[in-house]
């Protein structure tokens, strides 16, 4: 690119600028994030039954130490997610769907299954999709520990884990 | 660096995607731009310009939007590019009378959104360059580096498409600056103006491949498809310029854009950007920067699909060097044949994974160049055979390609390519042409063979020695003899499968090609080795390989008749060559139809009485007894019978070289014969055809050695008589009163030939009977042609009552 000449009008005057190498021009962009929550599984029987859920990643964010990984979590899991959070970080973590304290009421008394019936877990599944893709794509968040415990991490180890930051490698 | 964007990527491109939707988003965003360009119009009627730039501004405002897909977006584009066209013309026209304003284009750079500033910038720019308001070259330069402004791909990409089109006309394409105070710019500033646009749009372009969720990654890369002549027009455009010449092109123009699109490793880009340079430039450039372009395609990504690419390009220059028909248009330093094959080389060593028909299919567009840039060296072609074929031995060896695969197909389609550049002579130059068939399974070499024999039977090609005919069928191998993997071989041989008769009578067809047209000898041998390939094909296609040799046997007995003064030898090659026949037809009477070898058994001996040899006489009377014999064994069945007869009875009529003791044998035993017959009607007819051996047949008097006709009239009466009486015994009248018919034309015959006995009495009496019989008959359909028949005979004896012979005629209506 040639400089513009001195006397140049003030109309077409403007900043130069750094060319791009080609690696940059081309390359796919690193702000890719997937979360999805899938495949409910309702495990154990009658009074010890829970429901988890598989949670998909897909990454190309620096941040990140795995860009792929499958993990499965339940409920608490995520509730335990979001105190941290809460108490950690900086920011206002949205809210997850309810509790449904109605629906846990012991089983003799519903005419329906309760918390493990298939609508009420496809519900739940869309509001904690919906959290944790808002919640993993704030920058304050993925600073943190526990966040990528969560995503990441086969099991949460709740003796061995320790609140901290998570620096950009 | 990044911005994280992605969250808001997925949920905007979810909110518009469906299809009602999107349709009311085009809807409204069309209605909103025509309400914004009225209001512009008409301010602008009014002068003024402010407030009309403002209407515009609001009007490109609709191009803001993320909602909608690259199609509706495009429709929107469309109508607004339109709309801004106004306003264009407009200004251009304040400026013609001299009342354009100054400041435009620094007052449009206060709009508050960058979209409409730069369309507004672009619009602005392009009157004011035309109208000499600002100089060329910087305006175009800061236009096409503004642009840099909008990183959306849709929106960049339509946006510099914008810019593209509105500077077509104002790109400086000279070679040197002109000497006035502003600076129009050169080629040069063009070739930078358009580089740079080209490498924006591709980057725009390609990032558009990571917008959005994964799940929709099918139809981000259709959408990509459908966009992709925005940035081919860059490319087109640089074609365009006039003072770019081979020179520029090869040191400026296709290494900037090798670079960009060997960089950006999608395949997609690479694809249709190596394909368009292809198609855009002319193949004069192609040809001056084949190992640039070449290097350039073996780094593509791995996905890209090569061998399009490649293909395309060898079609292309193959097409220019023999166009005009001649085959000069290259440049004697440019071998192409050794360049592309040693870049296919390359890039199939590179490229691990290259399924084989791709791999073929290079191969084929190579034999292609090889074989029309190159007629006449045949070493070229045959190189690239013996490559393919060694490709698949290191596949696997001794295996055959499997049939109905891609692999096939290409294989297939390659053979073809020599049958339709040349003829076959030329094909059969080309020794490696059958290892490549041999990989084939059945039926693609049956395919081939067909092919094969239809273009020489199109092409009428001759062969005329015996050498390439022997080199023919081992090609042609497949339809001759028995395979092993031909699956149900012996239960399609029967003449009642279609294909299997198609096949056997083009090959018989084939025979009628191969002539040697001054050389009996030579063909001679074609006919020597026809038989030697032909016999070992099974019986049922003998039935149609042998009768053409038969035939051409018979035929080369009169060629070597015709030369009997140069050649002193012709009756002893007469004689093997009718011994061949007797050989040939024998084996032909095991098939279960009679009447092929009797027919060409009465020929031959037709032919041996026509040739007059030495022993033509005894070859001639061993045939016929042949043919007799054929005709006894035919007992059961009267009507084959009955035709037979008539062939023989006919035969020897025409053949003269039977001496008298044989002959009579014959007339005996034929008019016997005639007798024996089952059925009446039969007996009759064929005692009348008879009468003729006894007449006009003719016979070798051995004394004159000339032949002379039998007038045997004792015999003729004979006949007559006995047919007559024959008739008197037939039960069904009309069938009686047609051959009483039948009878009185045969005996007016002989009254013309004035056989002694045979008078206008005789003739009379016989006219009498026939009007009587005739009243028997009804008057039904059948017997309405009986009747025209009489009627035909009663007309021509009244014709010929004038004449002085026929007094006496009684014959009355």
């Known amino acids: ?169 | 660096m990044s911005m994280q964007k992605a969250v808001d990527n997925s949920r905007s491109s979810n909110a518009g995607l469906s299809m009602d939707n999107q349709e009311k988003l085009l809807a409204d965003a069309l209605q909103n731009v025509r309400q914004h360009a009225f209001a512009m119009k008409r301010v602008l009627d009014q002068q003024s310009v402010m407030e009309g730039l403002k209407h515009a501004a609001n009007m490109l405002g609709e191009l803001r939007t993320s909602l909608l897909s690259p199609k509706n977006y495009y429709e929107l584009h469309v109508v607004v590019v339109e709309e801004l066209h106004h306003l264009e013309l407009y200004l251009t026209d304040e400026f013609e009378h001299g009342r354009g304003s100054h400041d435009l284009y620094e007052v449009v750079q206060y709009a508050g959104n960058i979209v409409p500033r730069l369309y507004l910038l672009i619009t602005i720019g392009h009157v004011y360059i035309r109208a000499n308001e600002l100089p060329r070259r910087e305006v175009l330069r800061d236009l096409v580096e503004m642009c840099r402004g909008v990183q959306h791909p849709l929106r960049g990409l339509f946006l510099r498409n914008y810019l593209l089109q509105c500077v077509k006309s104002l790109l400086p394409d000279t070679e040197e600056e002109n000497q006035e105070a502003t600076k129009t710019g050169t080629i040069l500033d063009s070739l930078d103006f358009i580089l740079l646009n080209f490498s924006e749009m591709n980057k725009l372009w390609v990032r558009m491949q990571y917008q959005g969720h994964t799940r929709d990654l099918q139809r981000r890369e259709q959408e990509r498809r459908e966009l992709r002549i925005l940035v081919g027009t860059n490319l087109v455009r640089l074609s365009e310029l006039e003072c770019v010449n081979v020179e520029r092109y090869k040191t400026i123009v296709l290494p900037k854009i090798m670079e960009q699109v060997v960089s950006c490793r999608d395949s997609i880009a690479q694809e249709y950007l190596m394909e368009c340079i292809i198609q855009v430039f002319p193949d004069e450039y192609h040809l001056n920067t084949l190992n640039e372009f070449l290097k350039a395609c073996r780094e593509l990504s791995a996905s890209v699909n090569i061998r399009n690419i490649l293909i395309s390009l060898i079609d292309r220059l193959t097409a220019y060097s023999t166009r005009d028909g001649s085959q000069q248009n290259i440049p004697e330093n440019i071998q192409l044949f050794d360049i592309f094959s040693e870049q296919i080389a390359e890039v199939v060593k590179s490229r691990i994974n290259m399924p084989p028909e791709d791999i073929v299919a290079l191969q084929s567009a190579l034999l292609n160049l090889s074989l029309k840039c190159y007629r006449d060296q045949f070493e070229y072609g045959n190189k690239v055979l013996e490559n393919t074929r060694k490709i698949f031995d290191n596949i696997a060896l001794d295996t055959q390609v499997q049939t109905g695969t891609p692999a096939a197909k290409e294989l297939v389609k390659m053979l073809k390519i020599p049958i339709d550049c040349y003829d076959i002579l030329d094909v059969l130059k080309l020794n490696h042409y059958k290892l490549v068939l041999q990989l084939l399974s059945y039926r693609e070499r049956h395919t081939v063979c067909m092919y094969i024999i239809n273009s020489i039977l199109d092409k009428e090609t001759i062969i005329p020695t015996a050498e390439q005919v022997t080199q023919l069928f081992e090609l042609l191998l497949t339809l001759i003899i028995d395979q092993t993997d031909s699956p149900l071989e012996t239960s399609r041989q029967t003449i009642t499968n279609e294909d299997f008769v198609e096949e056997q009578n083009l090959v018989a067809r084939l025979y009628n090609n191969f002539q040697a047209p001054n050389d009996p000898d030579q063909q001679y041998h074609i006919i020597k080795i026809c038989q030697d390939t032909f016999k070992n094909g099974g019986l049922e296609r003998m039935r149609f390989t042998y009768p053409p040799i038969i035939m051409q046997a018979y035929a080369l007995t009169f060629r070597y008749k015709n030369i009997r003064e140069q050649d002193e030898k012709w009756e002893k090659k007469c004689q093997k060559l009718f011994q061949l026949c007797n050989q040939l037809i024998n084996t032909l009477t095991k098939l279960e139809t009679n009447d092929l070898p009797l027919r060409l058994y009465l020929q031959g001996a037709l032919a041996a009485s026509e040739i007059g040899s030495e022993n033509a006489e005894t070859i001639a009377y061993e045939f016929f007894s042949q043919a007799y014999t054929l005709y006894e064994e035919q007992a059961g069945d009267t009507r084959a019978q009955s035709a037979s007869l008539t062939l023989l009875i006919g035969t020897l009529e025409k053949v003269t070289c039977f001496a008298e003791e044989n002959h009579s044998t014959l007339r005996q035993s034929l008019t016997q014969a005639a007798t024996r017959l089952v059925k009446r009607p039969d007996q009759v007819r064929t005692l009348l055809l008879c009468t003729h051996l006894f007449w006009s047949a003719q016979r070798l008097n051995e004394s004159t050695q000339k032949s002379e006709q039998v007038h045997d009239n004792e015999k003729v009466l004979a006949c007559l008589k006995k047919a007559t009486k024959l008739t008197t015994q037939i039960m069904d009248q009309s069938v009686q009163v047609q051959l009483y018919n039948e009878l009185l034309n045969t005996y007016i015959y002989f009254f013309n030939q004035n056989l002694p006995d045979i008078d206008i009495t005789l003739l009379n009496s016989l006219i009498e009977k026939l009007q009587n019989e005739m009243s028997k008959i009804s008057s039904n359909e059948n017997d309405e042609f009986i009747r025209n028949q009489i009627q035909k005979t009663f007309d021509y004896l009244r014709q010929q009552s004038q004449l002085e012979k026929f007094q006496g005629l009684q014959i009355n209506n």
């Open chain 1, 1 to 169: 690119m040639a400089t513009i000449d001195a006397d140049n009008r003030r109309e077409i005057a403007r900043l130069p600028s750094r060319p791009i190498s080609l690696e940059d021009r081309y390359d796919p962009p690193a702000n890719f994030l997937e979360i999805e929550v899938l495949n409910p599984e309702t495990h154990g029987f009658g009074n010890k039954r829970y429901t988890d859920y598989e949670i998909r990643m897909r990454t190309n964010l620096p941040v990140f130490r795995l860009k792929e990984c499958s993990v499965r979590r339940r409920y608490s899991d995520f509730e335990w997610l979001r105190k941290e959070l809460e108490r950690d970080s900086k920011i206002v973590v949205p809210s997850l769907p309810s509790k449904a304290w109605q629906r846990q009421v012991p089983a003799f008394l519903r005419r329906d299954d309760g918390i493990f019936e298939d609508e009420f877990i496809e519900e739940r599944r869309k509001g904690l999709e919906q959290f944790i893709n808002k919640v993993a794509g704030h920058p304050l968040a993925q600073n943190e520990r526990s966040l990528h415990v969560f995503l990441q991490d086969t099991t949460i180890d709740h003796d061995k884990y320790v609140p901290g930051k998570v620096r950009n490698s």
